[in-house]
């Protein structure tokens, strides 16, 4: 990420450059005492002037936060790290939530803080100015979050905002400062300690004496209130916990079985088959949550209550079962590869291609759209073929809504009217018609570059269409 990546999102952003604020229910949660939802404010800044911004220092924090002893990528890493364990089966698993934790982080503490962290971990000699310039970009970040809501405007002044880009790693270090002074005391009892932003979960080792373990489990608790007041809150020590969407079992032989954990309130509502998506949806679908399933359960009797529960909801959701017993199948025996060679250097790194001065052609899926591979075709054809002063070639037929269209060289105006006017010609497309011209970098299988020349044409001409 270089600077004209920052610079292009502040011209993006400039007809509309304030976050947008709102609100969503967190329907897996209990319902609060005046029987009402609680509610996640949320700070979507994508559209802000600082995004770009962000972006670069979410990219330059990231490797900061993954050095924090308490850190762990996903469920994945967790459950990689716990299966390595053996406890005391007398020891409990706990866990914490944090309350509010992103709004309560008090900004200008948090900028003090983590400025002195990044001037003591990531000086680099080589960039004397790198240092400043990223606690610069982090001010800038940080203190100019001003959103609409509505036809209101509000600035944030303290707190971060659910949604801005480099929030989680910030989240991350600003308590691992903390972690860093008060774990290490208590490790007489606390023997396992990860965090997860605003989660964590913990072994604790209980004293014999059971006054004595409540004496110190109170100690403990009301060390992890104490930064900047944030709050805790704390579960009952147990054999088993849900964390995440794992459920952990502390086992007789001290070993940490593991579980996928599922809330009560999803309703699995899966893509239906009819929905405008392309088809290989639903095989990504399979594949990635059954590959998440074996990956994440100890047992193969749990694996095959899972397995057997998401091909039930499937089927539920109209997918017939000629089509899911193959696709399980297969992803069975991906996933079983896939766990096998965990840890392998197997895998060949993808050949690299000279992207400096290509243009990539990305279009929002239709169903009636061309298959990527006949464009992938017919470009190869008309860039490699196509002879001087002769009309674009169109990859799709004149009953497709839209048609993608290469040239190898610089069209002119009797290039596209003939290219128009043989597809009107056999069928009226009016309004529907969009043309895609030229100069683009196809991918598929076997990624093809080719120059020429791009635009954007419509009929009748409305206001320019984006292609990114």
């Known amino acids: 990420m270089d600077a004209s990546y920052i610079r292009c999102h502040v011209a993006n952003n400039h007809t509309s450059p304030f976050a947008q604020f709102y609100i969503l229910y967190k329907i897996h949660k209990p319902k609060k005492s005046n029987g009402q939802w609680p509610t996640r404010p949320v700070t979507s800044d994508v559209t802000s002037y600082p995004h770009g911004l962000g972006k670069w220092v979410d990219q330059e924090l990231q490797p900061l936060a993954r050095k924090q002893t308490s850190f762990f990528k996903d469920s994945f890493d967790l459950k990689s790290i716990l299966s390595e364990l053996t406890v005391n089966p007398s020891a409990r698993l706990f866990t914490a939530d944090a309350t509010s934790m992103y709004t309560n982080i008090k900004t200008d503490v948090a900028l003090t803080l983590i400025s002195e962290l990044i001037r003591q971990e990531l000086h680099k000699p080589q960039q004397p100015s790198y240092t400043e310039a990223l606690i610069s970009a982090l001010h800038i970040v940080f203190t100019n979050s001003i959103v609409k809501f509505g036809d209101t405007y509000w600035r944030q002044i303290s707190g971060t905002g659910m949604g801005i880009a480099p929030a989680p790693p910030w989240a991350t270090i600003f308590y691992a400062l903390h972690e860093q002074h008060f774990v290490p005391k208590w ?41 900047h007041g944030l709050e805790w809150t704390v579960s009952p020590l147990s054999t088993r916990c849900n964390f995440m969407d794992l459920t952990l079992t502390i086992t007789p032989t001290g070993k940490i079985d593991t579980n996928l954990f599922e809330k009560s309130q999803n309703l699995y509502l899966y893509i239906p088959p009819g929905s405008a ?5 639903i095989k990504g679908l399979i594949f990635g949550n059954t590959l998440r399933i074996m990956r994440l359960c100890s047992h ?4 095959t209550t899972h397995l057997t529960n998401f091909k039930t909801r499937l089927l539920a959701r109209g ?150």
């Open 187 to 227: 490790s007489n009892h606390l023997i396992f300690y990860k965090r997860f932003i605003d989660d964590i979960i913990g072994i604790w080792l209980p004293h014999p004496d059971m006054a004595t373990n409540t004496s110190l489990g109170s100690a403990f608790c009301n060390d992890l209130q104490q930064w």
């Open 300 to 303: 193969k009797g749990d694996t």
């Open 277 to 281: 998506h392309p088809k290989g949806m």
């Open 319 to 468: 997918y017939p079962l000629s089509l899911l017993e193959p696709l399980f199948l297969q992803a069975i025996q991906h996933a079983d590869t896939f766990i096998t060679n965990q840890g392998r250097d197997h895998c060949t790194p993808p050949p690299t291609h000279d992207t400096s001065t290509k243009i990539f052609l990305h279009l929002e899926f239709h169903p009636e759209d061309p298959k990527p591979q006949d464009i992938h075709r017919h470009g190869k054809n008309t860039s490699l073929n196509q002879k001087a002063n002769a009309p674009c070639e169109t990859c799709a037929t004149p009953s497709k809504r839209r048609s993608i269209l290469t040239a190898s060289q610089s069209p002119t105006v009797d290039h596209l009217i003939s290219g128009i006017g043989s597809l009107s010609a056999t069928s009226p497309v009016g309004d529907e018609m969009s043309l895609a011209i030229g100069r683009v970098a196809l991918v598929s299988s076997s990624p093809l570059f080719f120059d020429g020349w791009m635009g954007c044409l419509r009929h009748p001409m409305p206001s320019p269409r984006k292609i990114s």
